[in-house]
C-alpha cells in the first residue's frame, strides 16, 4: 500500500518556457484544495541538493499565471548527476518531510526524477516543460503553443521589410532535434520553405523552389529554419551559398533565439498548465509515481517516465503535404 502523503515538492528545470509559472500555481492550489502542504523548490535540483525551499501557500501564488519564465528558478545541476549528490537532495527533501515530487521540464528533468525514484523510491511526477514539443505521450507540451504565437508575430514584422526591399530572409527558430516550431509557425506565416531536421530538403532543392519563387512573380520570401536543419553547417553558411548561386537574391538572416521562449503564456498554455497540475498532483495522491502527465486528444493521460524520455514525437505527415501546397 503506497504511503499517505502530506507535503509535495515542485520544482523546475532545464529551461525556462511560458506556462511554467501556471504550471507551479495549479500544484501548489491542488495541494491547498486536498489540504496538503506544498514547498517550492527553487533552481531545480542543485536547490534540491542546497535545501533551497520555501512553503507555498495558495495566496503565495498569485497572480503569476499570466507571466513567463519561473518564479522557482532554473539550473542545470552537474552534482545532481553523481550518487553523491542525489543522496545530498534525498536528505534535505526528507528532514524538509516532503514526501512527493512534481518536477516540471523536458527530458532532462524527468532523467533525473526517473533516477532518483529508482535509488530511492520516491514518488515523482513530470510535468512536460519545454518549447520544442518534442516530448512524447503529450501533443503539447508547456510553452509551445506561446511560442508558435511568438514566432508568427515576428515573422509577419519580418514580412514587412522583405516585401518594402524585395528580400528574402532565412529565420532561423528554436527545434534542435524537432521541427514543429518552424514548420506550423512556418505555415501560419505564410513562409515560401520550411526546412527541418526531420526532412532533408537538400541544397538543390532549396534553390530549385526559390527560383521558382521568383519566377512565379515573388518579389520577395520568407524561409523558416529549426536550429537543428542538416541542410548546412548553419544558416549563415546557407545565406552564403544561395547568394553565390542565386545573386538575383538579396538575402538577410534572422536568428530569433531566446525570444522565443520568453513572454506571457497564452491562454492555452495557461490552461494546459493548469489542467496538468491538478493531474500530477492527484495521480501523487492515488499513489501512481514515476510519470509524465501530458495532453492525448484534448485528454490528460499518463505516459511512464521512461517512455516519454526514450519515445520519439512525429512530424506530422499531413502538415508537411499542406506546407508543399501553400508554397506554391
Do not use: W
Request: hydrophobic share 40%; charged share 25%; proline share 3%.
Amino acid at each position: 500500500m503506497p504511503k499517505k502523503i502530506k507535503k509535495v515538492g515542485v520544482l523546475t528545470s532545464g529551461g525556462d518556457s511560458p506556462g511554467m509559472n501556471a504550471a507551479i500555481r495549479s500544484v501548489v492550489r491542488t495541494c491547498a484544495y486536498h489540504n496538503i502542504e506544498c514547498i517550492g523548490i527553487y533552481r531545480g535540483y542543485q536547490g534540491m541538493i542546497e535545501g533551497d525551499f520555501k512553503e507555498m501557500g495558495a495566496r503565495s501564488v498569485n497572480n503569476i499565471v499570466n507571466k513567463g519564465g519561473t518564479v522557482l528558478k532554473s539550473a542545470r545541476s552537474l552534482e545532481f548527476k553523481t550518487p553523491e549528490g542525489r543522496k545530498k537532495a534525498h536528505d534535505h527533501l526528507v528532514k524538509a518531510g516532503i514526501d512527493a515530487l512534481v518536477v516540471i521540464g523536458g527530458d532532462g528533468t524527468f532523467t533525473g526524477g526517473m533516477i532518483f525514484n529508482a535509488e530511492f523510491d520516491f514518488p515523482v511526477m513530470g510535468i512536460p516543460g519545454t518549447i520544442d514539443n518534442d516530448i512524447f505521450g503529450t501533443s503539447h507540451t508547456l510553452g509551445y503553443d506561446t511560442a508558435l504565437n511568438t514566432v508568427v508575430e515576428v515573422i509577419d514584422k519580418i514580412r514587412d521589410t522583405a516585401s518594402s526591399h524585395n528580400r528574402l530572409f532565412f529565420v532561423e527558430v528554436m527545434g534542435r532535434d524537432a521541427g514543429h516550431i518552424a514548420l506550423n509557425a512556418g505555415i501560419g506565416a505564410g513562409a515560401e520553405e520550411i526546412l527541418i531536421p526531420e526532412e532533408n530538403l537538400g541544397l538543390d532543392r532549396l534553390l530549385e523552389s526559390l527560383q521558382k519563387s521568383k519566377a512565379s512573380g515573388k518579389s520577395s520570401s520568407i524561409v523558416v529554419i529549426a536550429e537543428g536543419d542538416k541542410i548546412g553547417k548553419n544558416v549563415f553558411e546557407l545565406k552564403d551559398y544561395v547568394e553565390a548561386n542565386l545573386p538575383e537574391y538579396d538575402v538577410r538572416v534572422s536568428v530569433l533565439g531566446h525570444m522565443q521562449r520568453g513572454g506571457s503564456p497564452s491562454c492555452f498554455d495557461r490552461v494546459l498548465a493548469s489542467r496538468l497540475g491538478v493531474k500530477a498532483v492527484e495521480s501523487l495522491l492515488e499513489g501512481k509515481s514515476n510519470y509524465m502527465v501530458g495532453l492525448q486528444n484534448d485528454t490528460v493521460t499518463l505516459t511512464p517516465l521512461e517512455q516519454a524520455i526514450k519515445g520519439k514525437t512525429e512530424i506530422d505527415r499531413e502538415l508537411l503535404r499542406v506546407s508543399d501546397i501553400m508554397s506554391t
